[in-house]
Nanobody, 116 residues
């Protein structure tokens, strides 16, 4: 079964850090550009970060530049999102996304809540 499973979300205080993981199964991420999206309550889903197949190029939303880092381990078939200096505005469900030659693949999401 082709799927992406996110983990690592939770409740964190402002200024804190979290590391999200996205484990792929049923396919290899080697051939896919990988991204993280997020959707806050009452808002549209937005692109947070993208990493190319080789990992050589990364792109970030302006709102997270300098605070978030996307990375991939093709051997572990996993993508990560390191989130530092978290703000209440980062509160959202975070989704993993794989884009290749076929249909895109989405994970089920993991909730990140930034609150004191």
């Amino acid at each position: 079964q082709v799927q992406l499973v996110e983990s690592g979300g939770g409740l964190v205080q402002p200024g804190g850090s979290l590391r999200l993981s996205c484990a792929a199964s049923g396919f290899t991420i080697y051939w896919y550009a990988m991204s993280w999206y997020r959707q806050a309550p009452g808002k549209e889903r937005e692109l947070v970060a993208t990493i190319t197949i080789t990992g050589g190029i990364t792109n970030y939303a302006d709102s997270v530049k300098g605070r978030f880092t996307i990375s991939r381990d093709n051997y572990e078939n996993t993508v990560y999102l390191q989130m530092n200096s978290l703000k209440p505005d980062d509160t959202a469900v975070y989704y993993c996304h794989a884009r290749g030659s076929g249909s895109p693949i989405w994970g089920q999401g993991t909730l990140v809540t930034v609150s004191s």
